[in-house]
């Protein structure tokens, strides 16, 4: 069933100044026959000072993700108002607005050739774990994917949605962090559950997307 969610989640998407996150890890220990202990393995994730925490029912298994690259604070165009948000398909990034000249970059995925699209939107609705229901136009594409997937760490959403008014489009999670700076959706904005979380915590329904190609 796991392998199952993970080859559907390539299709679902119709859809103050601080450090860069520094590179930590989760380490299991095991022991020789000596009794001496040695680190078995450790796992690789981001300890994120940008982070704003996370919530929600499945807040504890927000599985660590290694970002292609870690968000930051960049210097930015100062025509974009604060609170905004701003994506450019070309470089994969989003930039959240903190102040004039100032905003978080975030890496993302974006829409696979044919999929391309630009344009303003607003954040009309944010759901935590989201459930999925594909939309008609995928459905008529791929007739065999289920019609309902409930909202948890295997949902193809991922952690967060916020949903983009007048498309059929999301910026949202995924559990296929390794897709995080291609261009794979059917159109959606893909982040690390980690940074969807960070940025759902900062925008408010009613905030303007601008996507740029």
Not at 105 to 134: A, H, L, N, Q
Request: charged fraction near 20%.
């Amino acid at each position: 069933m796991r392998r199952t969610v993970f080859a559907l989640a390539g299709l679902v998407s119709a859809c103050a100044f601080t450090a860069a996150p520094a590179l930590a890890f989760n380490t299991s220990y095991a022991s020789h026959s000596d009794g001496s202990v040695y680190a078995a393995y450790a796992t690789p994730y981001y300890a994120d000072p940008l982070s704003r925490g996370t919530s929600g029912a499945y807040g504890e298994e927000l599985r660590p993700q290694a970002a292609p690259e870690p968000r930051q604070l960049v210097q930015f165009d100062p025509r974009y108002a604060p609170g905004s948000i701003v994506i450019s398909t070309e470089e994969r990034r989003l930039y959240y607005v903190t102040q004039r000249g100032q905003a978080i970059s975030y890496g993302v995925g974006v829409g696979r050739p044919g999929f391309e699209w630009s344009g303003t939107r607003s954040i009309t609705m944010k759901r935590e774990w989201p459930d999925w229901r594909p939309p008609a136009q995928m459905l008529k594409r791929r007739p065999d994917l289920p019609r309902y997937m409930s909202g948890g760490p295997d949902n193809p959403l991922g952690a967060r949605a916020m949903y983009l008014g007048g498309s059929l489009y999301r910026i949202h999670g995924s559990n296929e962090p390794e897709t995080i700076g291609q261009a794979v959706s059917s159109g959606c904005i893909r982040m690390t559950n980690e940074d969807v979380t960070d940025l759902y915590d900062r925008v408010k329904v009613g905030t303007q997307v601008v996507v740029l190609r």
